[in-house]
């Protein structure tokens, strides 16, 4: 099992940059797919990016391409979000997600391992 716990989140301007941390703590994390999801009030879990366990491989949501980064320090056990050129449209609550597949889908199904959340409010 995997426990994962995420910070970062924050209120800011749009344009602005924040960056999203998610620690892990149990099984070999470095053995696992990690992707980061958002939901917004009254709307469904949304895809935002994934990373493979190796780091080298990265996929992200159309919107989200040229403006979020996402990558993993495996010796840190975390994986990070940065998010530049925000716009109040990415006000959501971030999550993120360790899967056992190998390149999961963009579904949340696809994942096993959840953290909290960390809240991302963009004003204009």
């Known amino acids: 099992q995997v426990q994962l716990v995420e910070s970062g989140g924050g209120t800011v301007q749009a344009g602005d940059s924040l960056r999203l941390s998610c620690a892990a703590s149990?099984?070999?994390?470095?053995?696992?797919?990690m992707g980061w999801f958002r939901q917004a009030p009254g709307k469904e879990r949304e895809f935002v990016a994934r990373?493979?366990?190796?780091?080298?491989?990265?996929y992200y949501a159309d919107s989200m391409k040229g403006r979020f980064t996402i990558s993993r320090d495996n010796a840190k056990n975390t994986v990070y979000l940065q998010m530049n050129s925000l716009k109040p449209e990415d006000t959501a609550a971030y999550f993120c997600?360790?899967?056992?597949?190998?390149?999961?889908?963009?579904?949340?199904?696809?994942?096993?391992?959840w953290g909290q959340g960390t809240q991302v409010s963009v004003s204009s």
């Open positions: 990373i493979s366990s190796s780091g080298v491989s990265t």
């Open positions: 997600a360790a899967s056992t597949s190998v390149w999961p889908a963009r579904s949340p199904n696809e994942y096993t391992y």
């Open positions: 149990g099984r070999t994390f470095s053995g696992y797919t």
